[in-house]
């Protein structure tokens, strides 16, 4: 139970999603990241309790301890990088009261969050075409992605901000 909430928000904070592979002085970060799904899941289920949309918050945060790899590379390291990852988010969701395993219609709800981020993140970010990023992750629609601008910003700041969110989403339940 030795997880706080301050060492997942630095760790997410200066993890790059994309490999870093993407424009701009700053990386994109898995922190950045979480905080998008977490908007995100928020339109999808506007009347999700905050522990629902905590676990969207938390949902990448073992890569604070072991990084965010692409997916293809996370299918060539096999079964044990899943079964790693869902040890660490169990830790994760125990300590911040969550069940260690969510549930499957929350978990698809993320995981559709998490797939519009990352067309988002595509798009704006990693110089995918739109045609490109819908290929490989959908096309949201209109309504759910609408106003969402990503932009870049100093791990710091970053770091703050889910550590806020994370105390309103605790404060919340």
Request: net charge neutral; hydrophobic share 50%; proline share 6%.
């Amino acid at each position: 139970m030795d997880i706080e909430i301050e060492d997942i928000a630095h760790g997410l904070a200066f993890v790059a999603r994309w490999n870093g592979q993407t424009k701009g002085d700053w990386p994109f970060s898995v922190a950045e990241h979480s905080l998008l799904v977490e908007e995100i899941f928020g339109r999808l289920q506007p009347s999700a309790p905050p522990k629902w949309r905590l676990a969207a918050l938390l949902h990448d945060a073992p890569e604070y301890v072991i990084g965010d790899m692409i997916s293809p590379v996370k299918a060539a390291v096999g079964a044990e990088y899943g079964a790693l990852d869902d040890k660490l988010a169990a830790a994760v969701h125990l300590r911040f009261g969550l069940p260690a395993m969510i549930p499957a219609a929350t978990k698809r709800k993320i995981k559709q969050a998490d797939k519009i981020s990352a067309w988002l993140e595509a798009v704006q970010l990693a110089g995918f075409s739109l045609s490109e990023a819908n290929k490989y992750f959908g096309a949201p629609s209109d309504t759910i992605a609408e106003g969402l601008k990503l932009r870049l910003r100093p791990p710091v700041e970053v770091r703050n901000d889910f550590i806020t969110r994370h105390a309103a989403l605790l404060k919340a339940m």
